[in-house]
């Protein structure tokens, strides 16, 4: 070893002429890392990507709940016969599913046109009763029928039929079993259409676009770390939904995690897709918005998210199910709810794969950078 | 020697209409600190980005650093530096994480301590870029440049919309640039900026080079050193033209009924002024003589002052 090397000169030490400092992945990363951390301190992304779902889910969940063993609630009109009445109701053998109060005539209809109660009982004498209701309200006819069945039946009235009835409210079959997996299609479509392509329309009105290109920054490593951090993102939207599914209303999944998440993947990937096509030339934030929204808003309604497509008619139905957010909603609900492989659905992924790979194509075609 | 930036007969068309740049030609040397000088919209902007390799030119030859943005893209990012005109940068990353972002990119770049002390902004290593002031933002624009540790910096503007104080520590920080080898080129509608940052400057005007020279050279060239500014009471002042014979007058022109006089020697001027008044039994509303500035330059050249609005 000379001395020189010993001791390098002030000069040498200045500018460094080893080996490189960065290897090949060294932007990608640092690209990975800002995304993300510019996600987790944007409050607005937290909210609407992982907590705004979740509030939709128990908004929708607890609304249309199958209620325990549907009650009437009912007034009974005070007078000599309302305690023989009130008994005859509460001995029959639909006593759990009839509520009855004694009140005074105002009180009842006041409580009639406020939908507190769903029927008014008046007894005339102790074996006649005169009932008050608005055929027009679909749950006083039910407490009709079911009041009239209990007092009839109390009073000693014999059934000629023997019925029987099986009840099916398995999970699996209910309206948030439905519910879950399309609002999981729905957030995947929504946060990678705004994630990707508001986000890099924003860039490029940042100038912040033309700033990357404008370093040695490979442009293939940009785009894959935007991908990255939605595949990331999408782990977590999956994780968090299916999750509050299972605690919240006891949700039975019954395919696979790995399948559910691959099924996530090529959802989210192909929305990027998507958001990529729509982001690649507006110059504005508010025309990429106007066109993000364009492109979702008919899914929303024919994609089968809230309700499902089966009541559109037939004709339209074939084209419903070429969208992709269609097809992403019966892969996830036919993997969750009936644990349907992959191998099974490949017309719902082709259909996926068809809407990210060309909107990917074109978009590399027409992306502007600056 | 290889020149650091050149490029001949540079033109570019905009949707084959407006013609942003035409016909523009520079070269400029390793370790020159060199300016674009013109109004807004003169096509500084375009021209920059051409030579940054950021647009393509309609016709024309660029090299930097004797290579070609056709050929040798990939090794020229990393030997230069730039800084656009208004960048945004995000504003959710600190200081420092978009620091080592834009070092990320570079195979060999400095280290993020180096560039935050030399750009002074180790104060605010860990601050939001939001919550940065326009001085802030600027430098640190400048330091996402510096951290290539380049061979050319561009800066589009650099100094636009900032406080003195922060526009005389960007000047600073591109002075201590230039005397570590590095070379400069730099676009601006300030006179001063030019004037003090600038080893030589280009004029441009309409997209074209209308002088070019050292800040001192162009001042010279304009004939005179001093102006001499007059106004007189009433109406007395008549033709700019009419003054001009005055001994050791170059040039006259009358702005807003003020007669600017581009002066070599103004103790003979003054006398000779002072009677020509006398003789026309008017009086002096005001009288004051300066240094000529690259404002006068533009002034001559264009007949227009360079901020116009």
């Known amino acids: 070893m000379t001395v020189a090397q010993q001791t390098p000169s002030r000069h040498e030490s200045q500018k460094p002429m080893l080996a490189p400092r960065n290897g090949r992945w060294s932007g990608f990363r640092h690209l990975l890392g800002a995304r993300m951390l510019e996600l987790k301190r944007e409050k607005e992304v937290v909210f609407w990507v992982f907590v705004f779902p979740l509030l939709l889910a128990l908004g929708l969940g607890f609304a249309f709940r199958n209620k325990p063993a549907d009650r009437t609630t009912i007034a009974i009109l005070a007078g000599p016969n309302a305690a023989h009445i009130l008994e005859l109701v509460q001995s029959s053998p639909q006593k759990h599913a009839i509520r009855a109060e004694i009140v005074d005539d105002f009180q009842a209809a006041k409580g009639l046109r406020l939908g507190k109660y769903d029927l008014i009982v008046e007894p005339i004498a102790s074996d006649k009763v005169q009932y008050h209701y608005d055929p027009a309200r679909p749950e006083s006819v039910q407490s009709h029928i079911e009041v009239d069945d209990a007092l009839e039946t109390a009073a000693g009235r014999k059934d000629v039929l023997t019925t029987s009835v099986i009840v099916s409210s398995e999970p699996g079959s209910r309206y948030i079993d439905f519910l879950i997996p399309g609002l999981l299609g729905m957030n995947l479509m929504n946060s990678g259409m705004w994630g990707i392509g508001f986000a890099l329309v924003d860039m490029r009105q940042r100038k912040l676009l033309k700033r990357f290109v404008a370093t040695p920054m490979r442009r293939s490593d940009f785009l894959m770390a935007l991908a990255s951090s939605r595949l990331i993102l999408m782990v977590i939207e999956v994780a968090l939904l299916l999750g509050f599914g299972i605690l919240m209303f006891h949700m039975r999944v019954l395919g696979s995690f790995s399948t559910i998440i691959l099924l996530g993947a090529l959802g989210a990937i192909s929305f990027g897709g998507l958001g990529l096509l729509t982001a690649s030339r507006a110059q504005k934030i508010e025309s990429v918005s106007g066109l993000i929204n364009i492109v979702m808003m008919p899914m929303w309604i024919l994609s089968g998210v809230f309700f499902s497509y089966e009541r559109f008619p037939a004709t339209v139905q074939t084209f419903i199910k070429l969208l992709p957010l269609t097809a992403l909603n019966d892969a996830l609900r036919a993997t969750i709810l009936e644990g349907s492989s992959l191998v099974s659905q490949t017309g719902r992924i082709s259909v996926l794969v068809a809407w990210g790979a060309v909107s990917f194509l074109l978009a590399l075609r027409w992306f502007r950078w600056t | ?248 007058v170059d040039s006259a022109r009358n702005e807003d009924g003020v007669i600017c006089l581009s002066v070599r020697e103004p103790h003979r001027t003054i006398p000779a002024l002072l009677e020509q008044v006398d003789q026309r039994s008017a009086q002096l509303e005001r009288l004051n003589t300066r240094q000529a500035s690259l404002e006068d330059v533009f002034v001559n050249l264009t007949g227009r002052h360079l901020r116009e609005d």
């Open chain 2, 1 to 248: 020697m290889t020149a650091a930036v050149e490029c001949r007969d540079l033109r570019k068309t905009y949707d084959g209409k407006v013609e942003a740049v035409r016909g523009l030609s520079l070269l400029i040397e390793p370790g020159e600190c060199f300016g674009l000088l013109g109004p807004n919209g003169a096509g500084k902007t375009t021209t920059i980005e051409i030579l940054e390799g950021l647009l393509e030119p309609t016709s024309g030859e660029v090299s930097i650093l004797g290579r070609s943005w056709k050929t040798h893209s990939r090794e020229l990012r990393e030997d230069i530096g730039i800084s656009l005109q208004e960048t945004r940068l995000s504003e959710k990353l600190t200081v420092r994480e978009t620091i080592e972002l834009f070092a990320s990119f570079y195979t060999q770049p400095r280290s993020t301590h180096e560039v935050l002390s030399a750009l002074q902004l180790n104060e605010k290593s860990e601050a939001l870029v939001g919550n940065l002031s326009g001085g802030q933002k600027q430098r640190l624009a400048v330091a996402t440049a510096l951290v290539a540790s380049p061979r050319v910096l561009f800066l589009d503007e650099p100094t636009t919309g900032l406080d003195p104080q922060s526009r005389r520590q960007l000047w600073d920080i591109i002075r201590a640039f230039q005397h570590d080898g590095g070379t400069v080129l730099l676009t601006t509608h300030y006179m001063d900026e030019a004037e003090r940052l600038c080893d030589r400057l280009a004029i441009v005007d309409h997209g074209q080079v209308i002088a070019e020279g050292s800040p001192a050279d162009l001042i010279e060239r304009l004939g005179g050193h001093h102006v001499v500014e007059f106004a007189l009471s009433g109406n007395g002042l008549g033709d700019a033209a009419a003054w001009q014979s005055l001994p050791s």
